[in-house]
């Protein structure tokens, strides 16, 4: 297995799935004919999707042999392919179009829901999502099928949804969300999370006002929720007090990338929208609304490498997105992150990912901060649904990154496997 090797070698400090794992988020992989992943909508309706290779709406996970789960997308340019057996049927991860093997794959759950339309033939995949491959089936709702920042070329430069399509229907149908939720509920018989996002409006208020209908539809089903999140940009005190009455547990209000450099050259909607100053003083203010560690703040690790004379290293780069990390923690903030996966419709989507020793560095101080600060792991969290991330694949793998709250039994029993229909 010359890339586990390979890994093994370069980051001894890493355990080498990890960092594998880092890899086919950064490169994504080349699915073939593998039954890998369902269709995602790009939070678009279906008459917006752009007709492309049908590969290229795929998402889903795979698992590794040690139980790392990954997230994966089809990019045809990957230096990783997944292979199915023709006999067999089982699926390996190779280098390259029939090179070498490098580890057995189960793949994640492929949800029938996914397939089924509602009574007005809205597809159900189109109304939910099932959220990043997550083994527990966690779901997203997008509500804001519409992102104000595009129109003066203004989104986040890593944001790939606003060029896969355009959406003819600007938010689901509320009927469309409560049939769906209860097909979900019926196969899954367990959610990891529902997770509400869209995309940005330059009145906050108004962008609010979508996440309240439609918990409010939610909550009319009277099905059981797990933990909720609203993913939304930053709100002023006023309205994440209206979020908190709405039942949301927790509030995600993403700063993305810390130095305000950064945030010039990444994000340069929101930075007019808000600001970077207005954003973190929003995340204070939502402290006092929900409590401490209820309010998230998601990074994506490794895009700002991409700016160009900003950072000195790939270390020092990931020194500044823990520092953001850091004073998240010292204000009741809890600190998420995505590794940046690079291939898609972004505008960024053509650059370099950020080079492996950046993650290396990175992944080391994000566990030590577990050591330093004594803040939960939200709800939301789990080693089966964190497939964009590595907290609980360290914790699991290696003692010396079980820490704090974040120890290996921490995270066992967090959130139930999903059933999946056997079609």
Not at 360 to 386: N, S, V, W, Y
Request: aromatic share 10%; net charge negative.
């Amino acid at each position: 297995m010359p890339t586990l090797d390979t890994f093994a070698s370069l980051y001894p400090d890493v355990p080498p799935s990890v960092m594998l794992k880092v890899d086919l988020l950064r490169h994504g992989v080349r699915l073939g004919l593998a039954p890998v992943g369902s269709r995602h909508y790009h939070h678009h309706d279906e008459q917006g999707q752009k007709p492309v290779d049908p590969r290229a709406h795929l998402e889903g996970s795979v698992i590794l042999p040690d139980g790392t789960t990954v997230f994966v997308t089809h990019n045809a340019n990957s230096p990783y392919t997944v292979v199915i057996d023709p006999e067999s049927k089982h699926l390996s991860l190779r280098e390259g179009d029939g090179g070498e093997f490098i580890c057995k794959l189960t793949p994640g759950p492929r949800f029938s829901w996914t397939k089924e339309r509602t009574a007005r033939q809205t597809p159900m995949a189109a109304v939910f999502s099932p959220s990043l491959g997550g083994v527990c089936g966690p779901i997203a709702a997008f509500l804001l099928r519409y992102c104000e920042f595009v129109k003066e070329n203004e989104e986040c430069l890593f944001c790939s949804w606003v060029r896969m399509g355009k959406s003819h229907e600007l938010r689901p149908d509320v009927g469309d969300l409560r049939e769906s939720l209860a097909a979900i509920w019926k196969e899954h018989q367990a959610i990891g999370y529902l997770a509400f996002s869209g995309g940005s409006l330059l009145n906050r208020t108004k962008e609010a006002d979508a996440f309240l209908k439609y918990m409010e539809a939610v909550c009319e089903t009277g099905l059981p929720l797990p933990a909720t999140v609203a993913a939304i940009q930053a709100l002023d005190k006023p309205d994440s007090k209206r979020l908190r009455e709405a039942g949301f547990d927790y509030a995600c209000y993403s700063m993305e990338v810390w130095d305000e450099a950064a945030w010039q050259a990444v994000l340069p909607g929101k930075s007019r929208s808000v600001g970077r100053t207005g954003w973190m003083q929003c995340l204070g203010d939502a402290v006092e609304v929900f409590g401490s560690g209820k309010v998230l703040c998601n990074f994506v690790a490794g895009v700002e490498t991409v700016v160009p004379g900003l950072y000195s290293s790939p270390e020092s780069a990931a020194d500044a997105t823990l520092a953001g990390m850091r004073w998240c923690y010292e204000n009741g903030i809890y600190p998420k992150y995505a590794v940046w996966v690079a291939p898609g419709g972004a505008i960024f989507s053509q650059r370099e990912p950020a080079p492996l020793a950046y993650y290396a560095h990175f992944l080391k101080g994000r566990q030590e901060l577990f050591a330093e600060f004594p803040m939960a792991i939200p709800a939301t969290d789990c080693p089966h649904c964190l497939t964009q991330s590595c907290e609980a694949d360290l914790a699991r793998l290696d003692r010396r990154y079980s820490l704090g709250p974040a120890t290996s039994s921490a995270w066992k029993d967090r959130h139930a496997a999903a059933h999946v229909a056997v079609s």
